[in-house]
């Protein structure tokens, strides 16, 4: 009985006991345990062999360890050798600026880090702390970690179970498992073995660590403690599951290593160029360079890719999606696989009767959720419950013979069960025929009941009329109703019962995805005020069947849809039964619902095997978390970037592995919050689909902002370098360099942070995974526009020269109309492949407006304060030149809008060419 170690992948260890499947012989044989409690000196020597009954604690790296782990970044090392260039030339205010950037993005990664370590808290915070055990032939409550295998544990309504548990003796038990399986609905328990191979949310006869008793009494034996448990082997995953790094990181990595290099490099040339070709000293040639490193590093990037990423957390807030890691905003954008729950994310998380069956007449029933407002329709129209006799005797009884009630929220939301869900549904549906449950059960007063019991399978309730009638009213599982029935109500007069008519009705609605529930009635004495098993033995008949399903959100509907459309797919990954997760999954639309992989199947599969079939199946049903786990991993070995959903525990492993974890806000466990990157506040689907769409908003506003930074600063460096190599006085000074990067170019490019989506974003294909920041069209893009602003530099500045302006002037014009060229590519970039002449594409930003008008204000400062003429060595200039500066910038934009049009015109008649 030593504790097994746990291998390395985190599954259960091979040798692990099938504790379903044994007799209760075996069990306690095995457990060393006659059932009936152990004794102290017993169980304090099995504390010591098999340690307490708890997780490990989590270790995390010291404060500073893990603060200054976030400067190790090659952009931050740029950021810091800017900083560097600032401080030699003096220029303090900017060195600040720079370092605080780059203070700011350690301390908001230094926030977001140890979110691994809060979910392996939160499953800590899910154990219970007290356990009531049965030692030395007494009674006790102890604390929960004291327990071992072999404790005899007790378990009444509302107990949080303590330690996984094979179940000895149950009394109408049900035990709510969704923070393993996924399941809302709680299950019904039971003492027979069950096979082996028995998937987890059909292990009857077990109760596992962390799942709540919501009903009934129980007894059971201690069969596992502490990370040997369920959710144990769990949180052992957690631990070892390494999270990725962001697509968004990933790039930006890339093109920090690229921009570090160019600089360099071309740092490099122009120092040995300026010394060999043009005679000028190390000393010169050293500030020359420094000016130019400054001229080519975008200092404001950063800060740009963090106010990007931040507004679109505040938008996607207002979706009801709140995002955990800045830089999971853009990865939404690349998904392409979303791996979604099925109950409470597609589905409304309520019980809806779908279909009513009599022995004369099926019904459909419209309507969803627990809302009492709906219709019947009869082949294919709308029919009058009412008219129907045996039809409202089916719904009588369904409402009488249920524990539940019906009621609308505080809040005017809708419609809330307490009790059991399938009542709630049982409810909605005769309400929906006219019927009060509260005149109902007034005109027709129970006397006694048997409740349900997993023993008997059924709930049956004794009834009597104020007209002297009295009757019993029983519902339960279809196959254990139907065979105590001996005759069926028919319209008049009771029928004998076609059994095979019935099973193959059964069977029909469960293939539709429905769960089956009937309904039976029997009249008795008047007088008969007690209800015995003896008195539904004989002489039941069959009222009907009702068919219960939760159906699809509406919305989910459509945005699956949508996400087909924007070639992402969606995948049913469930713990629910195949034929439930096939129907569902066809009323949603995936692409492939004609088969469904279960947990066992996947067992099965080797890895090359289950990736092959990854590609054509869109539902997995009856899955642990380590299929889980395993699906996601697999899908990201094939290139995919899969966001994940869940809301249990037993999600934690798969949301952490993903590139999006998305865990549920209203019915998610703290473990799966804290394990992901984002939590959607309405747990509804199309609430993803709007991550994404802002996901692909905010990639596009920060390939605009490149697009925008990259040609200013190519701009200003190919005018340092002609000045170098042709021998010529720089156009712009190194600090009027620093002013347009730190000042003008950030405030003009942070106003593309607020643009709001193309309208075609949702009908692309996702990005390719290891697609560069820096495509071929956006280079392309970049070396043109470097191209026209360095004329545009170098051009002023000659001009202004030829005409006898001073060094001064000269570069005060460079300055100014450098800035202007920045403000007319502003509405240019905009719309990097559609055309921006327009109203919406030079006036339909208010925030572009605003940024326009601050930096104009700030250069008219720049221009004419006489203390800028300290710092800048700027001169005023006169009211007409600035005439001719704005139609350097105006001709710009026509350049580009030109350049945009031609584009389009080759890009359709290359369509035309490849569709002939």
Known sequence: MARKKAPKDGSAPSTRPSWQALTKDELLSRLATDGKGLSEEESGQRLEQFGPNALPEVRSRGLLVRFFSHFRNLLIYVLLAAAAIAAALHHWVDTGVILTVVLVNAIIGFIQEGKAEDALRAIRQMLSAKAMVVRGGRRMSIPAEQLVPGDLVTLQSGDKVPADLRLLKVKSLQVQEAALTGESVAVAKSLDPVSPETDLGDRRNMAYSGTLVTQGQGAGVVVATGVDTEIGRISTLVSRVESLTTPLLQQMDRLARWITAAVLLIAMLVFVAGITLRDHTAAEMFMIVVGLAVAAIPE??????????????????TRKAIIRRLPVVETLGSVSIIGSDKTGTLTRNEMTVRSVITLT??????????????????????????????????????????????????????????????????????????????????QYPRTDLIPFESEHKFMATLHHSHEGRAFLFLKGAPERVVEMCKEVVGAGHNQPKDREYWHEQIEQMAARGQRVLAVATKPVRNEQSELTFDDVESDLALLGLYGLIDPPREEAISAVGECQAAGIRVKMITGDHSSTARAIAAQLKLQNTKEAVTGHELEQMDDPELQKRLNDVDVYARVSPEHKLRIVTLLQQQGAIVAMTGDGVNDAPALKRADVGIAMGRKGTEAAKEASEMVISDDNFASIVDAVREGRTVYDNLKKAIAFLLPVNGGESVSIILAILAGLTLPIAPLQILWVNMVSSVALAMALAFEFSEKDIMKRPPRPAKESMLTPFLVWRILLISTLFAAGIFGIFSWTQYHGYSLEESRTYAVNTLVLMEIFYLFSVRRLRSSSLGLSGLFGSGKVLIAVSVVLVLQLIFTYAPFMETFFDTRPIPAAMWLVMLAVGLALLMVLELEKWLIERWGRRDVRRRTD
């Open 300 to 317: 404001g990037l950063p800060a740009i890719l963090t106010v990007t990423l931040a507004i679109g957390v505040q938008r996607m807030a």
């Open 361 to 442: 007449d099926s019904y459909n029933v419209t309507g969803t959720g627990y809302d009492p407002h709906g219709t019947f329709e009869h082949d294919g129209q709308t029919s009058d419950p009412t008219a129907d006799d045996l039809l409202r005797q089916t719904l009588l009884a369904a409402l009488l013979c249920n524990d539940s009630s019906l009621q609308k929220r505080e809040d005017a939301s809708g419609w809330e069960v307490h009790g059991d869900p399938m009542e709630g549904a049982l409810l909605a549906a005769a309400m929906k025929a006219g019927m009060n449950p509260e005149h109902e059960t007034k």
